[in-house]
């Protein structure tokens, strides 16, 4: 089930950003992604609240760079080794090359979403109220 609102919230968000533009829409969601991480969080551990889920967003981005470039690169450098040609190779070979990034990328978000599903229990605990 959360595939499918995963699927239906890439399709909005597409839609959404060809309407008002894509860095409005950037923001918008960078914006309802923060409020969401540090929702339900006292007024005393908001700060650190949303410096952690700042660390973590950098961390994840330098990571996920990291990954999926040499990903990239090392299908890209396959694909040249084995196949011969001019520059239509060498822009196939990219092509593909991003294209395998893009699949283990896609892969590891839903790998998440599998975890997180199993993983994350939505009903409250009495321990911690809710400041929303």
Do not use: C, K, W
Not at 27 to 50: E, K, M, P, Q
Not at 89 to 118: N, Q, S
């Amino acid at each position: 089930m959360e595939v499918v609102a995963f699927g239906g919230l890439l399709l909005l968000g597409g839609r959404v950003s060809g309407l008002l533009g894509h860095r409005r829409t950037f923001r918008i969601g960078l914006t309802t992604a923060t409020s969401l991480a540090t929702a339900g969080v006292g007024a005393a551990d908001a700060g650190t609240a949303a410096a952690t889920f700042n660390a973590g967003q950098q961390v994840g981005g330098a990571l996920g760079t990291a990954l999926f470039n040499t990903v990239a690169t090392g299908v890209t450098a396959t694909r040249l080794r084995t196949h011969e040609g001019g520059r239509d190779v060498v822009t196939a070979g990219a092509v593909h090359g991003f294209g395998v990034a893009l699949l283990v990328a896609t892969g590891i978000m839903l790998g998440a979403t599998v975890v997180a599903a199993v993983l994350i229990d939505p009903r409250p605990t009495g321990d911690a109220p809710l400041s929303y």
